[in-house]
């Protein structure tokens, strides 16, 4: 019989509706029962495509016996931090600081009063490698709950306590300087991997919002260091088994330091801030490997995870089929020798296996391989290689797919709009602007309330029940703006100009401008989360700035402008101790040391016009040439002379009755250019 979860909209929650467990959804109902009935809470947190999440759940949350003592003893309760980034964010704050690491499936022991006193990710339903069986924890928990109330509660009061004291130091109203930035740069030098790129050991992450940083900071000084470890990066994981050789988009990381055996599990936000890297990298350095890879990438979002309502599924899981009934991790991705060559034949099968470097003994499990592409001296057919891939994958599309989460998150949907938005301007495909507009279009009909109020979800498009937290109003404004730059519709500047009033209302500490991740009135938890560096994603936190700096760019607002100053005083602290994991601070600090430049672009055949099919090939080689820009954060209006589309075009003549463009920074504006190829100086200049 279903429990609680059979009638929410999370999938993580509802692959847990057929439990024996009765659990609870996180709701003051759950806390009140705790109290009623004098139990402790278990707190499970995970997501839908976590493996550790679904062996726990086989091993423990599938088991009568098991299910029977939970019920027994605790009130138990499951969270999809995905949907609720809020309790996972203070929670495994209490964990880290308690064990020293953390990590999902997260399994937190509270009091009835939601305070945690006991602490643990997955536990073996046997006791192994110095692990406790979770049964045993159960057991001393309970016992400990019966026996030591008092001791608990002490604990449980400490741990609550000590939350409350832990500060973020915050250097207020001023921003990084070049010295700053310089520091962050070196320290960066000194974690870099030269050998295989990227950053530390195993296990490896792609650090996107870094690669971004390295980029601009190249655009804006001329580092050529910087572009190498971007370029390094990007090619080592473009040619390693963490990237889908055969159908596009990245993995969630790599277990090993080569980028050689992935975590197999796919999610929107990975590839939404690689897509975007990869253009980027691609409009730095005219990469064809760049190009490739942004646009297989932005083809796997748009095939694989857009949802019937325009919006993008979350992720797809690390394990399927594996033809037997078994969910096995990467089943859906390996080959053998043997299975090449029963697809494309003995010759072609050897070939394959040699491009893709399968080998006998495998790179995987069991003597299977992850596809990769090797360096090597052998000069393959085009043509024979196209084929190739062709025909694996058809018959890999035979597999049993990957469950696919359709949850439709808004932070990440702001990601996968900006990066589908302005791969589709630079390449010539507007197939992919299209698909941007399709998700905006949902985040505004369906998340966006008439206050102004993002939700955090949407599925079958159905709002959920939470609301949006700091990265959901700072990514979907950043992917409004973006939207706003490369279709000419004002309407995208004015919708981020909402959020960001929500950003300055709700969010920010007029006292220090520090920002918070929750809103002031949400619901009230332990502690109001609060973190200033990146995770998977940008930081809330700073990618609010950014999302500020560009609408105050837009707009000429001096509130704006303020805030995000005033909320980068915390990158002058950290990002020349930790620039790793404030990567996307240092890329908006650069784009503040570049101005960032403002440019209008003015012509007909724009805008509006251009969306009804009257395009101006003069007004759109400006207008390409403006978006091809590396100038750090620029923000690019185009519309016609006597538009009021955007603030930045009021007042902007027509040069000779020709299409014109307009470059302003701090207050100063260079002469106007019909040119597209002086435009184009004018912004990759260092």
């Excluded at 953390?102 to 192994?128: E, H, I, K, N, S």
């Excluded at 500020?548 to 509130?559: K, R």
């Excluded at 003549?653 to 100086?681: H, I, S």
């Amino acid at each position: 019989m279903p429990n609680r979860l059979a009638h929410e909209t999370s999938p993580y929650l509802l692959q847990h509706a057929d439990n024996p467990v009765d659990w609870w959804p996180w709701s003051a109902q759950a806390f009140d029962e705790a109290r009623r009935t004098n139990k402790p809470v278990l707190l499970s947190v995970g997501y839908s495509s976590c493996h550790w999440c679904h062996v726990l759940a086989s091993e423990s949350f599938e088991d009568e016996v098991t299910a029977a003592f939970m019920n027994e003893h605790f009130v138990s309760i499951k969270v999809d931090r995905e949907e609720r980034p809020d309790v996972d964010a203070v929670y495994m704050e209490a964990v880290q600081a308690a064990t020293g690491q953390g990590g999902w499936p997260m399994t937190v022991f509270l009091t009835p009063d939601a305070a945690p006193f006991y602490f643990g990710t997955y536990f073996p339903p046997a006791p192994r490698h110095g692990m406790p069986s979770f049964r045993q924890v159960l057991e001393g928990v309970q016992q400990a709950w019966s026996t030591r109330r008092d001791e608990v509660a002490e604990v449980a009061g400490k741990i609550v306590r000590d939350l409350a004291q832990r500060e973020i130091s915050h250097q207020g109203a001023q921003p990084p300087g070049e010295q700053e930035l310089a520091q962050a740069l070196l320290g960066l030098t000194r974690e870099y991997d030269p050998q295989r790129g990227g950053f530390g050991g195993a296990p490896k992450f792609p650090p996107s919002m870094v690669l971004e940083f390295l980029l601009r900071h190249h655009a804006r000084t001329g580092a050529e260091g910087a572009l190498q470890m971007a370029q390094d990066t990007c090619e080592r994981m473009a040619r390693g088994g963490i990237y889908d050789q055969l159908g596009g988009g990245f993995a969630r990381y790599s277990v090993d330091r080569d980028w050689v055996v992935p975590h197999f599990e796919k999610m929107l936000y990975d590839n939404a801030l690689l897509c975007r890297v990869y253009a980027h990298l691609w409009r730095a350095t005219g990469s064809d490997l760049a190009r490739r890879v942004a646009l297989e990438t932005a083809d796997f979002l748009v095939r694989e995870l857009c949802t019937d309502e325009g919006g993008f599924a979350s992720a797809l899981d690390a394990d399927s089929d594996d033809g037997s009934g078994r969910h096995v991790e990467g089943a859906y991705y390996v080959w053998t020798p043997e299975r090449l060559r029963a697809v494309l034949g003995d010759t072609d099968g050897d070939l394959a296996a040699q491009y893709f470097g399968v080998t006998d003994e495998g790179t995987f499990e069991h003597g299977q391989s992850v596809l990769q592409l090797p360096q090597q001296d052998t000069v393959f057919d085009a043509q024979k290689i196209a084929s190739v891939k062709e025909r694996l994958l058809h018959e890999r599309r035979q597999r049993p797919a990957p469950g696919r989460d359709d949850k439709v998150v808004a932070a990440w949907n702001g990601l996968a709009v900006a990066a589908l938005a302005e791969t589709g301007a630079y390449f010539g495909r507007p197939d992919l602007v299209e698909a941007a507009l399709g998700a905006a279009d949902l985040l505004v009909r369906v998340h966006l309330d008439e206050h102004a109020r993002l939700a955090r979800t949407s599925r079958d498009g159905r709002v959920g029940p939470n609301d949006g937290v700091l990265e959901d109003y700072a990514d979907v404004a950043e992917g409004f703006l973006a939207l706003a730059s490369v279709t000419g519709e004002g309407v995208w500047l004015d919708f981020a100009g909402l959020l960001l009033d929500q950003v300055l209302a709700r969010f920010t500490d007029p006292g220090s401008g520090a920002l918070f991740d929750t809103a002031s009135d949400a619901e009230r938890l332990i502690r109001r989360p609060q973190d200033p560096t990146d995770n998977a994603t940008p930081s809330g936190w700073t990618a609010a700035a950014g999302a500020l700096l560009g609408y105050a760019a837009h707009t000429g607002s001096e509130p704006h402008r303020t805030a995000a100053e005033r909320a980068l005083g915390v990158v002058k602290t950290l990002g020349p101790r930790v620039p790793r994991f404030i990567g996307w601070g240092l890329a908006v600090a650069e784009a503040l040391l570049d101005g960032p430049r403002e440019i209008a672009v003015v012509g007909p055949g724009s805008g509006a016009e251009a969306g009804a099919g009257l395009a101006d090939e003069r007004t759109a080689a400006l207008h390409r040439t403006a978006l091809l820009g590396t100038a750090p954060g620029a923000v690019v209006a185009v519309g016609t002379a006597d538009s009021d589309e955007f603030p930045l075009l009021a007042d902007r003549p027509l040069q000779q009755g020709e299409p014109t463009a307009y470059v302003c920074r701090n207050f100063t504006c260079d002469a106007p250019t019909t040119d597209p190829e002086r435009l184009r100086t004018s912004l990759n200049s260092a």
